[in-house]
């Protein structure tokens, strides 16, 4: 399980700083990305953090806007979010891939959280 958090309701052009607690094997074995999805939408992939090196991943709606970020001691993955817009609502995920993982391969990652809800007004 990765529960995540930090989710509520912002205006537009404001910020939120999601987090997700993995476990301690799973922060540092797995690479861990982040998905939303929207009411009447599918699932779309927003960022990916590999567990060796750290390199990151943005899906194109949030490149330039978010950030996705790690601290292993704390076993938790983050995620901040500037200049949000309305269409950012979502239910956010985080989710486990094994080293590797094919960005946006939603079927590939095999740990999901309960996810946390993020709503932004206009």
């Known amino acids: 399980q990765l529960p995540a958090s930090g989710g509520g309701s912002v205006r537009a052009g404001g910020s939120l700083r999601l987090s997700c607690a993995a476990s301690?094997?799973?922060?540092?074995?797995?690479?861990i990305g982040w998905f939303r999805q929207a009411p009447g939408k599918e699932r779309e992939f927003v960022a990916l953090?590999?567990?060796?090196?750290?390199?990151?991943y943005y899906g194109e709606a949030v490149k330039g806007r978010f950030a996705i970020s790690r601290d292993v001691p704390k076993a938790t993955v983050y995620l901040q979010m500037n200049s949000l817009k309305p269409e950012d609502t979502a239910v956010y995920y985080c989710?486990?891939?094994?080293?590797?993982?094919?960005?946006?391969?939603?079927?590939?990652?095999?740990?999901w959280g309960q996810g946390t809800l993020v709503t932004v007004s206009s």
């Open positions: 989710a486990a891939g094994l080293p590797g993982v094919r960005i946006g391969a939603i079927s590939e990652y095999d740990s």
């Open positions: 301690g094997r799973t922060s540092r074995t797995y690479d």
């Open positions: 953090i590999r567990w060796s090196g750290g390199s990151t």
